[in-house]
């Protein structure tokens, strides 16, 4: 699917919960939607579009996309 279709798409979703009150859950709201409706595939696309800048996203679904990224891997001993 095109990054542009999958931008719209998660801006479309954070529109829907922008008339939440608590940012906090219109964010979990919309990332839960991702996570429960968005085919892996399609996560990964809009996650690596958020690395890369995240051009085109809204404040809510940019912040909802970046609570999707897989914690960073644990940096290996040193000495």
Same mark, same amino acid.
């Given at each position: *699917?095109?990054?542009?279709? =999958?931008?719209? *798409? %998660?801006?479309?979703?954070? &529109?829907?919960?922008?008339?939440?009150?608590?940012?906090? $859950?219109?964010?979990?709201? /919309? @990332?839960?939607h =991702?996570?429960?409706?968005?085919?892996?595939?399609?996560?990964?696309?809009?996650l690596? &579009? /958020?690395?890369?800048?995240?051009?085109?996203?809204?404040? =809510? %679904?940019?912040? @909802? /996309?970046?609570?999707? $990224?897989?914690?960073? @891997?644990?940096?290996?001993?040193t000495?």
């Amino acid at each position: *699917m095109s990054i542009e279709r =999958l931008v719209t *798409m %998660a801006n479309d979703i954070g &529109h829907y919960f922008a008339s939440e009150q608590d940012r906090a $859950a219109a964010v979990a709201g /919309v @990332a839960s939607h =991702l996570q429960r409706f968005w085919d892996p595939r399609m996560r990964r696309q809009i996650l690596a &579009h /958020v690395a890369a800048g995240g051009q085109g996203l809204s404040d =809510l %679904a940019l912040a @909802a /996309v970046k609570t999707l $990224a897989p914690p960073p @891997a644990p940096s290996p001993p040193t000495g």
